[in-house]
């Protein structure tokens, strides 16, 4: 019986030929004014690449492609089972290319390889499977009018679809407006950050080889003010669908209102809850899940449980087996197959958490855990899992998104104290309650102001349910059918039956 070799990412990573322009109507582009910028590893602080720095002039060129494309029929009027097979094989490729774009992923933001392959390619490349799946099974409506007439409510195709996305999860965060928006029959213009923009091309250029139509899938990397601005101002683009800070997503919308109100789909921030009640059964469990939920990608997750709220009676012993937990995360080299906790994206990045790390010392939490850079003789940006207990819900690291390896312990009496501290703030994105009893499971669950509430459970995760927050976490939903509610518009045709 063969076994699979493990791969020597590094060995690889030195034979990668790393190409970095735009994409624009199918082919990799320059940007109009040569301007590039540098990509630089978090792993050890090296340029690896330089990339496209393109500007409104080059958002014009992509836009126009995406438009021309659109109209032209040529994937907007496909058969529904014909788009099917395109974004079938587009999936099959992201799959056979998944190491590449793998390594890409964590050269460029960091993240340890075996998540990059083992969730981030995967989950990518079942999302554009699933989306094109799903659109030749969804069908309309025809509404219960009177006998005299037939009124067809129908989705439509929008047209020109821009997407701005994160760096935390580049590909995936990129396929979950793709998927969509592609199937229904958009041409899309996506802007990554300028922190990760490499997987971002390469994913389309798999789109093309696949089958799909030039102009229908364009990428611009560049920076936020730059690209991202004039992709979100552009007269000619009909929604934005947006991931990222709560800041930024507030120009979204005064974009629009400057530009032609295209829609926008907004997917924020987080500060999420995470309620351990003492009448659990499984607290090793819960502990366990906690911290390992809290850490997951570095703790850059807009869902990071990083308000963990735990009932006074358990909290010494409950904490105890967190701080235990957490030593589980040490940061080790993201290209060794072992390593659970990678860099952060920048160094930018590592001096904010940094930053609040600090502020929690200050505001007299109790530093538990980390609270230290790490891996400084690499040249990356590391920071050690860290746990502050004696966290009150008005500290600056009770109430801002750190996006960092960093846990807030919180204390609460009962329920009505948890429950209420829990929805005081400003995001809503996701949840969690931990307890055995039935009624107050549901009671807690019903009460959490949050888009996604997790019961005995953290991370549960599937390509059919929706992702999105209530408040200042956003107003879309990505995943699952209802996304296709953003990339469509609802057309009604009234027929009237003779007289
Ligand atoms: P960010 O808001 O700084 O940047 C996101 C994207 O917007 C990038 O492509 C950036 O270049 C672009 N951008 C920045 N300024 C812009 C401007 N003025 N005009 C147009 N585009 C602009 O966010 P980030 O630091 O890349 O990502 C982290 C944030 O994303 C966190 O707040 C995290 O919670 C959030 N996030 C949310 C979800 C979700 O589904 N709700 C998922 C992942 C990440």
């Not at 624009?24 to 990509?39: K, P």
Request: glycine fraction near 8%.
């Amino acid at each position: 019986m063969s076994t699979n070799p493990i791969p020597d990412w590094r060995a690889k990573s030195n034979l990668l030929a790393i190409d970095a322009r735009a994409f624009i109507h199918g082919q990799r582009v320059a940007s109009l004014a040569g301007e590039t910028f540098d990509v630089i590893s978090p792993i050890d602080g090296k340029t690896i690449a330089q990339a496209a720095r393109c500007r409104a002039e080059d958002v014009d060129a992509a836009v126009k492609s995406a438009r021309t494309t659109f109209e032209s029929g040529k994937w907007s009027q496909q058969a529904p089972a014909k788009r099917k097979r395109v974004m079938l094989k587009w999936a099959e490729k992201l799959l056979a290319a998944k190491d590449e774009l793998a390594l890409l992923e964590t050269l460029d933001m960091g993240k340890p390889i075996k998540y990059s392959l083992g969730v981030d390619v995967q989950s990518a490349a079942n999302c554009i499977a699933w989306y094109g799946e799903a659109i030749d099974k969804v069908y309309d409506e025809i509404a219960p009018t009177p006998h005299n007439a037939l009124a067809l409510i129908r989705r439509e195709a929008m047209g020109v679809i821009g997407a701005i996305v994160p760096w935390n999860y580049p590909m995936l965060m990129s396929a979950w407006k793709l998927g969509p928006s592609i199937a229904a029959g958009n041409s899309i213009v996506l802007k990554p950050s300028e922190k990760s923009p490499l997987t971002a091309m390469r994913m389309a250029e798999l789109a093309i080889e696949a089958g799909l139509p030039p102009g229908v899938f364009n990428v611009v990397p560049g920076f936020g003010h730059e690209a991202g601005e004039a992709l979100a101002l552009h007269m000619d683009v009909d929604a934005i669908g947006f991931t990222g800070s709560t800041r930024v997503g507030r120009k979204m919308l005064e974009y629009s209102g400057q530009s032609n109100l295209k829609r926008v789909f907004n997917e924020l921030g987080g500060k999420s809850a995470n309620l351990i009640f003492s009448d659990f059964d499984d607290l090793d469990r819960a502990a366990a899940t906690a911290a390992g939920s809290m850490y997951f990608n570095q703790g850059e997750s807009c869902n990071a449980p990083s308000r963990l709220f735990v009932q006074e009676s358990i909290a010494d012993s409950f904490i105890e087996k967190v701080v235990a937990q957490s030593k589980h995360y040490l940061p080790g080299d993201p290209l060794d197959n072992n390593t659970v906790l990678g860099a952060l994206v920048d160094q930018g990045q590592q001096r904010t958490v940094m930053g609040y790390i600090e502020a929690g010392v200050a505001e007299g939490a109790r530093l538990l855990a980390g609270g230290t850079a790490a891996r400084q003789d690499t040249g990356g940006f590391y920071v050690n899992p860290t746990v502050f207990d004696g966290v009150n819900n008005t500290m600056k690291i009770a109430r801002e998104e750190i996006f960092g390896p960093v846990l807030s312990i919180i204390r609460f009496k009962d329920e009505a104290d948890a429950v209420a501290m829990a929805n005081d703030s400003s995001y809503g994105l996701h949840a969690a309650v931990w307890s055995s009893n039935i009624d107050r499971a549901h009671r807690v669950a019903k009460a959490l102001r949050a888009g996604t509430v997790h019961v005995n459970c953290y991370d549960e995760d599937d390509i059919t349910v929706p992702f999105g927050g209530y408040k200042q976490s956003g107003n879309g939903r990505d995943k699952s059918l209802h996304a296709l509610e953003k990339y469509t518009e609802l057309k009604t045709t009234w027929i009237r039956l003779g007289r």
